[in-house]
Every structure is written in C-alpha cells, then in structure tokens.
C-alpha cells in the first residue's frame, strides 16, 4: 500500500512537466520558424533594394554626370563590389546590430577625394523616426483596440439589428476606401472646415507630450477607420459561432443576461481569433503607416522609407524594410502564441 501511494505522489509530481513540454515545444518551433522567415526576408530585401534602376551615385550627381565620375562614387561606397559579399557584409552588420552608413548624409565631398566626411548611421536615422511610428501606432491601437472589441460585441449582442447591419456598412465603407482618401476626408472635415485638429503633423525634438498627441491625433483616427473593420467583424463573427454552444446555452438557462453570456462566457473561448486579426492589424499599424505618413508630412520611419527610395539611399532602405518584415514576424510570433496559450487543450493536455 505505501509503494502505491508513492508512485501515485511520483507520477503527481511529474504532471505538470508533462502540461509544459507541448506548449514550450510548440513556442520553440514557433520561433525558429520566426528566424527562418526572417534570414529568408532578408535575402529577398537586398535583393529587391539593389534590383531597383539607378543607384545612389547617378542619382547625387544627375544626368550629366560622367561615368568616371559615378565609378569613382560607387567605388568608395562599395557599390562595385560582389552582391553576394555585399549581403554577408550588411547581414553581419544586421547581427551586431550595425546597419551601416546613410549614403545621403554622408559629405559628398569625401565622395570624390576633396574632404573627409561625418557619415551618420543608419541607426541615427531611424531611432527617432521608428519611436515616432511607434508612438503613432500605440496611439491607434488604444483607440482602435477596445472600439472595434467594443463594437464587435455589440453587434453579436443585437446581431442582424439595425445597428448590426449600419456598423457592418459602416466598417466596409470605411475598409474599401484608400487611406490617402480618408486621410483627406477627415482634413477636410476636421482641419478645414471645422478647425479641431492640425492637418500636418509636424513633431519635433522636445515637443511636449499633449501637443504631440494633438499633432499625431488626424493620423491616428485615418489609421483607426482603417483597421477596426477587420477587428469588428472578426469580434462578431467569432463571437457568434459560439452562441449555440450546449454552455452557453447553459449560461442562459440559468437566468444570466445576454450582456453577461458574451463577456463572461463567449468572449473568453474566441480570444483566439479575436488575438490574430489584432496582431495581424497592429503589424499593419507599423508597416502599413506609409501612405498616411506621407500624407500628414508625419516623420516616421515610412516618410523616411519614401525619401530614401527617391534619392536611392540604400542601406537606409534596407533598414526601413528589414524593421517592416521583423515587425510583422514579430507580432505574428506573438499572436501565435498567445493563440497557443489561450488553447485549453495545449495548457491542459489528457
């Protein structure tokens, strides 16, 4: 009797190793998929960015520049050398966290022997153009986040209502339209006729947090039309296939209201779902913000993306497109394994 009752302790004490091992397995598969995904990105950026017609030195020195003259300037930026050196070189650089110099700001003097000049990193560059899209994004994930949640249960709540049908028209309305075109609606209305919010945002170096916010607010909301109607509609939809669940039909048989059975019990089992289409729009927030920086003249990483593709800046935009695909791998890492936590039968294995 006392060896059973010490095996039943063993084979007690070994459970939650056994609960662990698939989640963290699943993790670690996750992330070296991540990897993977990554170093291949990497591969089809260089390529991409070094594809593209001209290059750097025809486009500092025009059309009237002599090929001596463009030989020598891509001589010293290393623009003659192997492709394939030129990858390693730059992927080394990226593992040490090195991305090398922007061509555009460097002394065009030092270029062509008559000077010595102060090159800035791409780093420089894009640290405070990064922390600007970021606080951009954070700004319309707090807005858009809860609104779309929010609205999504509402419409599983009074589904094929009028204020179902009106949201659903209201989220594609606002889903077809082009973003330079609600970036302009929401001028006109908010800026020009009625003037509440500036229509460029114009932030600067030790501006103070409300006028930032004020500046960043127009963006924000064109960012924010944009994205809730994919969160709405995937909230509803989710919700809604389990509302004929034998537990939440349970839920109502005991007299709870309808508000309460979608939040205490729906919306907890479809936060699967709910959580990949709200990373997958918060990536979108990072690497989609592009047009709508251009728009408001915000300087964000994606105004500076625009810029350095006209003047064929290269390493900078190396940089702004291995920061897009990483931001994205990212946060799908992310909703992936949240989805893998939120999963009861990989926290709770039989």
């Given at each position: 009797m006392e060896a059973v009752f010490v095996n039943l302790s063993v084979n007690k004490n070994h459970k939650p190793t056994g609960i662990v091992?698939?989640?963290?397995?699943?993790?670690?598969?996750r992330l070296a998929l991540g990897v993977l995904t990554l170093f291949i990105v990497s591969i089809v950026i260089f390529t991409a960015v070094n594809m593209l017609p001209g290059d750097f030195a025809e486009a500092i020195l025009g059309q009237g520049a002599t090929p001596e003259a463009v030989a020598s300037i891509r001589r010293d930026l290393g623009l003659d050398q192997n492709p394939v050196l030129r990858y390693f070189d730059w992927l080394g650089g990226v593992l040490t966290g090195d991305l090398g110099n922007s061509f555009a700001q460097a002394n065009f003097a030092s270029f062509v022997g008559e000077g010595s000049g102060n090159s800035t990193t791409v780093a420089q560059q894009i640290a405070p153009r990064f922390a600007n899209t970021m606080f951009l994004a954070g700004v319309t994930a707090a807005i858009a986040v809860p609104f779309a949640v929010t609205l999504g249960v509402l419409a599983a709540l009074y589904r094929n209502s009028v204020f179902d049908k009106a949201a659903n028209v209201a989220t594609l309305t606002s889903i077809s339209s082009p973003e330079f075109f609600l970036a302009y609606i929401l001028i006109l209305f908010l800026a020009v006729l009625n003037p509440v919010l500036p229509s460029l945002s114009n932030i600067y170096e030790g501006i103070s947090f409300s006028e930032r916010l004020t500046k960043t607010l127009l963006p924000a909301l064109t960012l924010t039309l944009v994205v809730t109607a994919h969160m709405m509609r995937m909230t509803r939809a989710a919700i809604i296939n389990l509302?004929?669940?034998?537990?939440?039909?349970?839920?109502?048989?005991?007299?709870?209201?309808p508000m309460r059975v979608i939040v205490h019990h729906a919306l907890p089992n479809a936060l699967a779902p709910i959580i990949n289409v709200i990373a997958l729009n918060l990536a979108y927030l990072i690497t989609g913000v592009v047009v709508v920086e251009?728009?408001?003249?915000?300087?964000?990483?994606?105004?500076?993306?625009?810029?350095?593709?006209?003047?064929r800046d290269i390493p900078v935009v190396q940089a702004c497109c291995l920061i897009f695909a990483a931001a994205y791998i990212l946060l799908n890492l992310i909703a992936d394994i949240l989805s893998i936590l939120t999963n009861p039968r990989l926290r709770h294995p039989k």
């Open positions: 091992n698939p989640v963290l397995r699943i993790i670690l598969q509302l004929a669940s034998p537990y939440i039909e349970m839920a109502r048989l005991k007299g709870l209201t251009v728009v408001f003249v915000y300087p964000g990483i994606g105004q500076l993306f625009v810029d350095s593709v006209k003047i």
